[in-house]
């Protein structure tokens, strides 16, 4: 009975996994160049959103990265917020420090994130209006 190591080195112990590994490997090059010729290559407009929605999706119209931007930075600001109250025992300077470098330092990260995302948008619309 064969096994197959995984990425964190545990025995998977399954027969025929490695045969399952190739196929979902085959499978996938399969739909990345059929994905490739159907929604991302073709410039027509479709009549199917759900088509149009994957279309967008496949050629990076729709970004997913700006809402997971925005959901970790108030995960991150409300986790410094919360856990500056940990050194308020402490030492009160302590507790000011990092409260403020915790939650200005998260803004300025992010704002930067955001900085280059918009300057994407930006130079795509430049670019949509150069070529009209």
């Given amino acids: 009975m064969g096994s197959v190591s995984n990425l964190f080195g545990l025995s998977l112990g399954v027969v025929g996994t490695d045969v399952w590994i190739t196929v ?11 994905g ?10 479709y009549s199917n959103k759900i088509v149009t929605w ?8 729709e970004l997913l990265i700006v809402p997971i931007l925005k959901i970790t930075y108030i995960f991150v600001t409300v986790y410094f917020v ?7 025992s402490y030492s009160f300077m302590t507790f000011i ?6 939650v200005v330092g998260t803004r300025v990260v992010y704002e930067a994130s955001m900085i280059l995302i918009g300057i994407w948008e930006n130079t795509k619309e ?4 150069m070529k009209k």
Avoid at 25 to 32: K, Q, R, S, T
Avoid at 36 to 45: G, L, T
């Fill in 24 to 34: 979902a490997f085959v499978l996938a090059i399969l739909a990345a160049v059929g």
């Fill in 36 to 45: 490739y010729f159907f929604f991302v290559k073709p410039e027509k407009k």
């Fill in 54 to 61: 994957c279309r967008d999706f496949l050629n990076f119209q």
């Fill in 82 to 88: 919360l856990s500056a109250f940990s050194f308020i």
């Fill in 97 to 102: 420090t990092y409260l403020l470098l915790g």
């Fill in 126 to 129: 430049i670019n949509k209006k």
